[in-house]
């Protein structure tokens, strides 16, 4: 059985085998066909919809899928997700943000975040001065900064605090 979760709202329970799919426990019609440019084929109850996968994160085990023009971001559980999530092991909620330390000393030109701003993976945080070079310190995953540990033009120690995410 898989979980499915549509855009952070719906949730189906779906299980499938050799002849049939179920979805929260009614049997579905279903055909679902991958075609060979990158879309996707759905037959439900008889209506036709055409998808197109935008973006798929094997890491968070994420699908953006388009149908029809309309945007739908799925989250998807295996049993095996949903067993430790019902014994309170569920990694990607108790995953904490680590803190953005310097790598290096150096002097602090430009602070790019602000608190509670939303960030993801990449996203520029710190540009740090040192040895007559800027390098832009950049998140590693998606988060929310929590506090801004230091200001623009201060020298900062290497593993010095800068910012503070959740």
């Not at 150096?106 to 509670?116: E, Q, R, T």
């Amino acid at each position: 059985m898989l979980q499915l979760t549509v855009n952070d709202n719906r949730t189906y329970n779906i299980s499938q085998n050799e002849d049939s799919i179920q979805i929260n426990g009614v049997e579905a019609a279903a055909n679902i066909s991958v075609l060979n440019n990158g879309m996707v084929s759905i037959l439900h109850n008889g209506n036709s919809y055409t998808g197109i996968v935008e973006q798929i994160d094997k890491q968070k085990k994420e699908v953006t899928v388009n149908i029809n023009g309309q945007q739908y971001k799925t989250a998807i559980k295996e049993p095996l997700d949903l067993l430790l999530s019902n014994m309170g092991l569920d990694m990607a909620a108790n995953k904490k943000s680590e803190p953005i330390k310097a790598p290096m000393p150096g002097m602090v030109l430009k602070i790019l975040v602000s608190p509670g701003q939303q960030i993801n993976k990449g996203d520029g945080l710190v540009i740090l001065e040192a040895m007559k070079m800027e390098n832009i310190l950049k998140a590693t995953s998606a988060a929310t900064v929590k506090a801004i540990k230091v200001s623009e033009r201060i020298a900062v120690e290497k593993g010095t605090v800068l910012i503070e995410l959740e």
